[in-house]
């Protein structure tokens, strides 16, 4: 893989004037421009996760058949395990900012016109899968090249902190995520709810917008082709047994883990109870997580 190249300085991360400080939770916000990728973020997780609390929600109203709704959850994660190694061969070829701003802008029109399909009642349950595979492969992008980025905005001194904080937002927004489509389910319906989350891409969308990036975002130079730069990444890996160990307990915990959040309508219709509820029961997995990123985000910082 190409050299991603030095952290920037303190100097060049922090606003002007300001003097950079040791500790504290929310220490990363100090430098310029990481607020408004964290909050892009944020709004970015909202809705992923919501899309997989709605279709599954919707797809168990539509056929009542727990294999169709299980497979919403294959569609959003295989391409996470599929592409993950070409998401992070993508990231380093292109402008990080670019990538991430062309995947949400072609996201959030594919969901606004899934919501009005909904609201025209002319919805099919075959139609929700290929959403719901664009959504997957948007986080393959996001996540590989957030996580670049995020280490040119702050540097290796704040890396913990923002991973954290990072962490932060991908739990809250499944905590989050489902509970408030739930909730807009109850109030206002399937329709309204996908409108609301191709709001929530748009906003992630126009926050990232105005995000101005250190002034290195890609690699340098490519010299391998896209194959062989590939085959050079699973080799390294081969060679380091402590990254193939967390791969290993990555693989065991998304396979057991994430499959059960898109079977919560299932579970839930058998107990009789309305979709805020539903929501809550699927997006409080997201809770433990969300306090241990807190303590870790707050400990964390400086190791």
Request: proline share 4%; glycine share 14%; hydrophobic share 55%.
């Amino acid at each position: 893989m190409p050299d991603t190249g030095p952290a920037l300085s303190e100097a060049t991360q922090l606003p002007a004037g300001k003097t950079p400080s040791r500790e504290g939770m929310f220490a990363a916000f100090e430098v310029a421009g990481y607020r408004r990728l964290w909050l892009s973020g944020c709004a970015w997780n909202l809705a992923r996760w919501m899309s997989l609390f709605l279709v599954s929600y919707m797809v168990n109203r539509l056929t009542g058949a727990p294999l169709l709704v299980q497979l919403v959850g294959t569609a959003l994660f295989a391409p996470m395990f599929l592409g993950g190694a070409i998401g992070g061969v993508i990231s380093d070829r292109f402008d990080r900012r670019r990538t991430i701003l062309l995947q949400n802008a072609l996201l959030a029109p594919f969901a606004l016109l899934i919501a009005a399909v909904v609201l025209a009642g002319e919805v099919r349950v075959w139609m929700v899968y290929p959403f719901m595979l664009a959504m997957g492969v948007g986080g393959v992008i996001d996540m590989t090249c957030r996580r670049a980025l995020i280490f040119e905005f702050v540097g290796e001194r704040r890396l913990t902190n923002a991973l954290a904080m990072e962490s932060l937002s991908m739990t809250g927004g499944s905590m989050l995520g489902s509970a408030l489509g739930g909730t807009v389910i109850d109030a206002f319906g399937l329709g309204a709810t996908f409108a609301l989350m191709g709001a929530l891409l748009g906003g992630a969308f126009l926050l990232l917008l105005g995000v101005v990036t250190p002034a290195r975002t890609f690699g340098a130079a490519v010299n391998l082709s896209f194959l062989r730069e590939l085959s050079a990444g699973f080799r390294f890996v081969r060679g380091h047994r402590a990254l193939i160990s967390i791969l290993g307990v990555t693989v065991l915990m998304n396979l057991f883990y994430f499959s059960f959040i898109p079977m919560a309508p299932v579970f839930a219709e058998r107990m009789g109870v309305g979709a805020l509820w539903v929501g809550i029961l699927a997006g409080a997995n997201g809770f433990g997580s969300m306090l241990g990123t807190l303590v870790q985000g707050s400990i964390g910082f400086g190791q």
